[in-house]
T-cell receptor
Framework: EAQVTQNPRYLITVTGKKLTVTCSQN?????MSWYRQDPGLGLRQIYY???????DKGDVPEGYKVSRKEKRNFPLILESPSPNQTSLYFC??????????????FGPGTRLTVL | QKEVEQNSGPLSVPEGAIASLNCTYS??????FFWYRQYSGKSPELIMF????GDKEDGRFTAQLNKASQYVSLLIRDSQPSDSATYLC????????????FGAGTRLFVKA
C-alpha cells in the first residue's frame, strides 16, 4: 500500500531532550516536507527536500533540523525541544515538486508535547 | 512575507446547498493552488488543484482562480453532511525550490 508513515504517533518529552521523528514513504517520491499544525495557524512548513541531499527552509525552521540521505526517509530532529514546539507534526511527500502541481500525500501525524 | 488568508468560519450550510470557500494570497509569483480537506484528527487530503485562471470542475467541486485579484475559491455543490470538515487552501511559491504556504483553514458544517 502506498503510504507515508511517521513514528512515533504520540510523544511526550521534556525540555532539552533531543528527539527524532521519522518519516518514510514507499512511493519513490522526490519531494518531502515537514509541517506543524497549531490551532488557528493552520499548517506551517518547517523544511522541505526536493531530492536526496537537497533540503531548504520553510517558514518556521528555527529549532529544527532535517536530513535526506535516502530518498524514502526524511527525519525531523529537535536538538533541544522547547514547550513552544508542542504541536501536531505532519510529514508529506509528492512525486517531484518540480512542477508545483503535484499532490502532497500526508502521513498520519505525530502529536508532540514538550513539558 | 508571503501570506494565504481564509475566513476561519465556521461556515454553516444546509444539506443540498452550495458551500463557497474563499482564499486570498499575497504574492503574484505564486505557482499553483490546492484545496485540501481535513477531518478532525485526520491528515489533510487533496480535493483538487488549479494553476490556470478560470474554473476547474471535478464532480461536486469547482475551483476558481483569479490571479489578477489573487483570489482562489472552492465551490461545493449539493453539500452533504460528510463534507463537514476544515478546508485548507495551499499556495505553492516558487522560490528556487517550491515553498508551500497554507491558509489557516475554514471550518464547514453541513446541516442535515
Amino acid at each position: 500500500e502506498a503510504q507515508v508513515t511517521q513514528n512515533p504517533r504520540y510523544l511526550i518529552t521534556v525540555t532539552g531532550k533531543k528527539l527524532t521523528v521519522t518519516c518514510s514513504q514507499n512511493m519513490n517520491h522526490e519531494y518531502m516536507s515537514w509541517y506543524r499544525q497549531d490551532p488557528g495557524l493552520g499548517l506551517r512548513q518547517i523544511y522541505y527536500s526536493m531530492n536526496v541531499e537537497v533540503t531548504d527552509k520553510g517558514d518556521v525552521p528555527e529549532g529544527y533540523k532535517v536530513s535526506r540521505k535516502e530518498k524514502r526517509n526524511f527525519p525531523l530532529i529537535l536538538e533541544s525541544p522547547s514547550p513552544n514546539q508542542t504541536s501536531l507534526y505532519f510529514c508529506a511527500s509528492s512525486p517531484t515538486g518540480a512542477l508545483g502541481t503535484d499532490t502532497q500525500y500526508f502521513g498520519p501525524g505525530t502529536r508532540l508535547t514538550v513539558l | 512575507q508571503k501570506e494565504v488568508e481564509q475566513n476561519s468560519g465556521p461556515l454553516s450550510v444546509p444539506e443540498g446547498a452550495i458551500a463557497s470557500l474563499n482564499c486570498t494570497y499575497s504574492d503574484r509569483g505564486s505557482q499553483s493552488f490546492f484545496w485540501y480537506r481535513q477531518y478532525s484528527g485526520k491528515s489533510p487530503e487533496l480535493i483538487m488543484f488549479i494553476y490556470s485562471n478560470g474554473d476547474k470542475e471535478d464532480g461536486r467541486f469547482t475551483a476558481q482562480l483569479n490571479k489578477a485579484s489573487q483570489y482562489v475559491s472552492l465551490l461545493i455543490r449539493d453539500s452533504q453532511p460528510s463534507d463537514s470538515a476544515t478546508y485548507l487552501c495551499a499556495v505553492i511559491f516558487r522560490t528556487g525550490g517550491f515553498k508551500t504556504i497554507f491558509g489557516a483553514g475554514t471550518r464547514l458544517f453541513v446541516k442535515a
